[in-house]
């Protein structure tokens, strides 16, 4: 017997009750505020429609379904089933931060503060809920956006739907040999401040600040084309180091391989520093387009 569509609302911590966690009271919170030249009475009205939004895309679920929850903070933690269609309550960067712990599960991404949030990855309203469930389980109209992945050679692999950055924990000097697939030798050995790989989703946040500071005459590849850019950050010559593999575009079957020459090199996606891959001397890393899409209904 198949089990029936379970529907799985993502959300995180509003700005409130992050300060309800630091502060203990709604009084304390408004004092730490006030001493700072803002009012708590936005801060609440943006908490109480998050938590409208929750309930009415939660009173949305058909009642054939199973239905669950999770916070931000407990996607690494959470097990997601291939019947669940995923729904994002809250901001673009959600819809990210969930797609790593996906695999090909149609994700709906609703928008709590329209005006507010680019509405990106979050294009509809709650009132939109029911029939974007039906859809979503009908095969309805869906975009393939196109993911990164790391894989290193101990077999731990990541995900991410905006980049991959690969560095020093603390954006501090990386050293590594940094080379391509079918490379003879080992690589060009370089000294960074950190290695980002991204796709055309990511091309509106950070890869698009790096294409804009060099100037590059690479196209920033669209959210749903099957290419990649990656950058060399802030790479420093010297006798035992090079610059001349800083930047560069993958396509279908092409990898960027990175072997780490320092103690400790921490790779993660889109953000989420505290789920992340730590590689050491030797270990190597081949970066290039992940297999898996981000299954977007629209």
Known sequence: MSLAPRAVLVHRRTEYEELLARHGTHGQAAFFLSGRGRSIDEVVRRHERTRQ???EVGAAVPLTWRSSRVERADLDRFLFAPEDVVVVV????LVANAAKYLRGQPVVGIDTDPGRNPGVLVRHRCADAAALLRAAIAGGRAEELTMVEAVADDTQRLLALNEIYLGSHGH?????????DGDSGPGEAQASSGVLVGTGTGATGWLRSLWLERGSSAGLPAPCERRLLWFVREAWPSPATGTTRVAGELGRGQGLQLTVESDRIVVFGDGMESDALELTWGQSVRLGIAGTSLHLVT
Not at 90 to 93: A, E, I, L, P, S
């Open 172 to 180: 501090q000097t990386a050293r590594y040999r940094l080379g391509s």
């Open 53 to 55: 939004a929750l309930r």
């Open 90 to 93: 809250g901001q673009d960067g």
